[in-house]
């Protein structure tokens, strides 16, 4: 079942099946701002505090806004300037598509978005649908241009943390590196083991677990280098309700993690962050050499798929 609604002063689209609940708003970049669990009345997503969604610009500062649900970050994380075919385009931060309205129809049980670019020449569409337990979110981003240019995608799916939830990184993973510094973690580019490491004092850090809120803290790292299976997520026993987030590999080979644990404006919340691009910034990105180029007429296609049971 498919609705127009209602949703914190927004018009919004509601997908329902026996299973879940999801919210999507078109006019903030398709954003999904609620997946619920119905029988477990569990809603996985950190939710905007406020009663009603501000409507951010282009170059809009990403943590002046709600910061909540699950954003599409493209084609950067970080406000980055690149130079293509001899001119200076800067990405806004976290991206241009958060920030985008899109068009949208309904058709055949799915939301089918489409929006296309004014700093690039890309036309970007997401399919959501709903498939049993899972959302399944397919996308195609074509270079509609004759330049090619560099891009970072990436998952910014903020879910609810909960002190005694169990992080789930993709399998073989059994290292990581810091990118953001840490009073626990350290220095940027610091390696650490995976799951339980010494935070700068000597103590054990478990790193599928996530600290209280009272911790006042935040941190941001990836798996070192490509992961070796394309599926993570986490285990919420006080509702015994599994989130997991099946990717392809090859498309998105990089998982970085967010958390803030009261560390930024109170909030309590982390992502698993399925991405492209190694790390962030479209410049850190192409001097490691893991970053995505898009090529004239080429199309990016891939699919997410998160399951809650």
Same mark, same amino acid.
């Given at each position: 079942m498919i609705l127009n609604i209602k949703f914190k002063e927004r018009h919004a689209i509601e997908i329902e099946n026996n299973f879940l609940r999801v919210i999507v708003i078109p006019e903030l970049g398709g954003k999904i701002a609620s997946i619920f669990r119905k029988d477990k009345e569990f809603e996985l997503l950190f939710q905007n505090k406020e009663q009603f969604y501000k409507i951010p610009q282009l170059?809009? *500062?990403f943590q002046e806004f709600? !910061?909540?649900?699950?954003?599409? !970050?493209?084609?950067?994380?970080?406000?980055?300037? #690149?130079?293509?075919?001899?001119?200076?385009? #800067?990405?806004?931060?976290?991206?241009?598509?958060?920030? !985008?309205k899109f068009n949208y129809k309904l058709e055949n049980e799915e939301i089918i978005l489409n929006y296309k670019s004014t700093i690039l020449d890309y036309d970007y569409k997401k399919t959501i649908y709903l498939q049993g337990d899972r959302i399944i979110a397919e996308y195609s981003i074509e270079n509609l241009g004759e330049t090619e240019f560099p891009c970072i995608w990436a998952m910014h799916c903020l879910i609810n943390c909960e002190k005694d939830m169990q992080l789930f990184f993709p399998k073989g993973t059994?290292? #990581?590196i810091n990118v953001h510094e840490s009073k626990y973690l350290g220095e940027v580019s610091k390696v650490h083991s995976y799951p339980v490491t010494k935070d700068e004092n000597g103590n054990n850090i478990h790193l599928d677990k996530v600290l209280d809120i009272t911790s006042n803290n935040e941190e941001k790292y990836y798996v070192e280098g490509a992961v070796k299976?394309?599926? *993570?997520? !986490?285990?919420?026993?006080?509702?015994? #309700?599994?989130y997991n987030v099946y990717f392809d590999k090859e498309t998105l080979p990089y998982v970085g993690f967010w958390v803030t644990e009261g560390g930024f404006r109170g909030d309590y919340n982390c992502a698993l962050e399925p991405t492209?691009?190694?790390y962030d910034s479209?410049?850190?990105a192409s001097k490691e050499g893991k970053v995505l180029v898009l090529k004239p007429k080429e199309t990016l296609k891939f699919k997410i798929e998160i399951e809650l049971k």
């Open positions: 170059y809009s *500062c709600d !910061a909540s649900g699950f954003d599409d !970050a493209f084609p950067t994380i970080d406000k980055s300037n #690149v130079l293509i075919n001899r001119k200076n385009i #800067v990405y806004p931060d976290h991206g241009e598509i958060w920030t !985008a059994d290292k #990581v299976e394309g599926k *993570c997520g !986490a285990y919420y026993p006080s509702k015994d #309700v599994n492209n691009g190694y479209i410049d850190i």
